[in-house]
């Protein structure tokens, strides 16, 4: 049974650094046919996809024009987890964010396996 | 940006009755459309992916249709914890991205 489970502070200051981590059991970070995912969700942006990083022979990320300036996700193979850090954060990137496995082999191009959500506000 | 718009905002309906929720693409996405359920509080659950596969464990009453630009997601017959917010989802491939349709509440009637 795949599970992820996030972990990060739930509270950044503006211009500092967002950073959330996402542990896997039950999979591979690794994995040759999954992809890793950073969600939000806001009442203002509904649901957006931030990026993904993934292991085809080599390491890929592929990030959301919106903060592609901004994100950097990366895998961590000696502990099967991957991260989130989003630099100079603003009000606007308060939401709940989560992480989330597309296992093309098991859904498609979907996110069948969720983070439990980690409510994140950027606020002084 | 491939942008998904979803119909209708809200949806009110009784227990037993037949839920129609529909999800219209900018442009084709070929069969790359999936469907999420999201309870207050809860992560979004899959149900549907490539347009009408079933996601594991989701009860037969759930069904996806459509290709291209035009998606329907069908609840045969409502059970009272069918009533939630629904989202549909695509995938591009160049620029690689995910965009999600803004949600269909479905109420109790």
């Known amino acids: 049974q795949v599970q992820l489970q996030q972990s990060g502070p739930g509270l950044v200051k503006p211009s500092q650094t967002l950073s959330l981590t996402c542990a896997i059991s039950?999979?591979?970070?690794?994995?040759?046919?999954?992809?890793w995912n950073w969600i939000r969700q806001s009442p203002s942006r509904g649901l957006e996809w931030l990026g993904r990083t993934y292991y085809r022979s080599k390491w890929y990320n592929d990030y959301a024009v919106s903060v592609k300036s901004r994100i950097t996700i990366n895998p961590d193979t000696s502990k099967n987890q991957f991260s989130l850090q989003l630099n100079s954060v603003t009000p606007e990137d308060t939401a709940v964010y989560y992480c989330?496995?597309?296992?093309?082999?098991?859904?498609?191009?979907?996110?069948?396996?969720w983070g439990q959500g980690t409510m994140v506000t950027v606020s002084s | 940006e491939i942008v998904l718009t979803q119909s209708p905002a809200t949806l009110s309906l009784s227990p037993g009755e037949r839920a129609t929720l529909s999800c219209r693409a900018s442009?084709?996405?070929?069969?790359?459309l999936a469907w999420y359920q999201q309870k207050p509080g809860q992560a979004p659950r899959l149900l549907i992916y490539?347009?009408?596969n079933r996601a594991t464990g989701i009860p037969a009453r759930f069904s996806g249709s459509g290709s291209g630009t035009d998606f329907t997601l069908t609840i045969s017959s409502l059970e009272p914890e069918d009533f939630a917010v629904y989202y549909c989802q695509q995938r591009s491939n160049w620029p690689p991205a995910y965009t999600f349709g803004q949600g269909t509440k479905l109420e109790i009637k």
């Open positions: 039950g999979d591979s970070v690794s994995s040759n046919s999954a992809a």
């Open positions: 442009q084709s996405v070929s069969s790359y």
């Open positions: 989330a496995r597309d296992e093309v082999a098991v859904a498609g191009h979907a996110f069948d396996i």
């Open positions: 490539d347009a009408s």
